[in-house]
């Protein structure tokens, strides 16, 4: 009886890789519809990666731009704390800069009217 069982299973085994089964079972007029199905699966899984891909390429640009504001910030800050005076003063002198601050007050030039 185990011989039996054994040899049933083997041949259904047999059966179902060499597609009899699909044969014998009449289910070769449901195949359009097995491909079908198989090639809507494959799309989406195609189109689960290509979603999920720009996905990650977002999150990228999304940290790549709070880097920039960050550098911006930074920046600014700078600048302004280069705004002062004897800052920049000191900084043209360590670049030896000939610049320097006016000691002449500014004179105003009066335009006569022609008529």
Known sequence: MLKK??????MTIIK?????????????RYLPFVFYLFVLVCGFIVWNLYVESKLV?????????EEMVIANHQS???LAALNERSKV?????????T???PTV???L???EETK
């Open 105 to 107: 007050p500014p004179v």
């Open 109 to 111: 030039i009066k335009l």
């Open 99 to 101: 610049l320097h601050a």
């Open 16 to 28: 179902i890789f060499s597609g009899d089964i699909i044969l014998e079972k009449k289910w070769d």
């Open 89 to 97: 003063e000191r900084l043209l002198l360590a670049n030896g800069s």
């Open 5 to 10: 069982w054994l040899h049933n299973i083997g």
């Open 76 to 78: 600014s800050l700078d």
């Open 57 to 65: 390429e977002a999150k990228k640009n999304e940290y790549k731009i």
